[in-house]
């Protein structure tokens, strides 16, 4: 059964930072691309980050380009987001997702909260 | 960047209505656009693919068609589990990004 477990949310101020992982298994995690992806409280979906299977492809949103990482760790089969220099408009459930072959996500993890607020 | 604009945003139906969710992209996409439904505190589950592609599991009623820049979700006979938000989402063959309709809360009349 595939599973995407995230952990590492919570409350932290404005200017902080928060590192989320997401542990992956149920299926082979070094053969897929991962996304991460957040919904703002009573929100639509918003695209965050991407990253491919060796990590020689990473994408961001513009909202979070130069402040968040995405990374992984195919050996631990683990999926990372450090999220520095954090904002209001940064709350929001984040999701790990998986990465179909055929490029469309097809399984999300239960996500977790981030709260940004002093 | 592509913009996707989804229509309406709020629903109403009733148990055994045909409905129909439209998703527009701001420049054409081809097929590459999904549907998902999402439930209150829930994580978003796949319903199509590839614009028309069912997922494994995913009930016959549900159906997707278009290409280009319009697309339509069509649920052919509602049922209290379907009452949910519904998502459209693009992404492409390329590059790993991807863009999100506001959604659609299909609620109960």
């Known amino acids: 059964e595939v599973q995407l477990v995230e952990s590492g949310g919570g409350l932290v101020k404005p200017g902080g930072s928060l590192r989320l992982s997401c542990a992956a298994s149920?299926?082979?995690?070094?053969?897929?691309?991962m996304n991460w992806v957040r919904q703002a409280p009573g929100k639509g979906l918003e695209w965050v980050s991407s990253?491919?299977?060796?990590?020689?492809?990473?994408y961001y949103a513009d909202a979070v380009r130069g402040r968040f990482t995405i990374s992984r760790d195919s050996a631990r089969n683990s999926l990372f987001l450090q999220m520095n220099s954090l904002r209001a408009e940064d709350t929001a459930v984040y999701y790990c997702a998986r990465v179909a072959n055929q490029y469309h996500v097809d399984f999300w993890g239960q996500g977790i909260l981030v709260t940004v607020s002093s | 960047d592509i913009q996707m604009t989804q229509s309406p945003s709020t629903l109403s139906a009733s148990v055994g209505d045909r409905v129909t969710i439209t998703c527009r992209a701001s420049q054409s996409i081809s097929s590459w656009l999904a549907w998902y439904q999402q439930k209150p505190g829930k994580a978003p589950k796949l319903l199509i693919y590839k614009a028309s592609s069912l997922q494994s599991g995913v009930p016959s009623r549900f159906s997707g068609s278009g290409s280009g820049t319009e697309f339509t979700l069509t649920i052919s006979s509602l049922q209290p589990d379907d009452f949910a938000t519904y998502h459209c989402?693009?992404?492409?063959?390329?590059?790993?990004?991807?863009?999100f309709g506001q959604g659609t809360r299909l609620e109960i009349k």
């Open positions: 149920g299926f082979t995690f070094s053969s897929y691309a």
């Open positions: 990253i491919s299977t060796g990590s020689s492809y990473i």
């Open positions: 989402q693009q992404y492409n063959s390329y590059s790993l990004t991807y863009t």
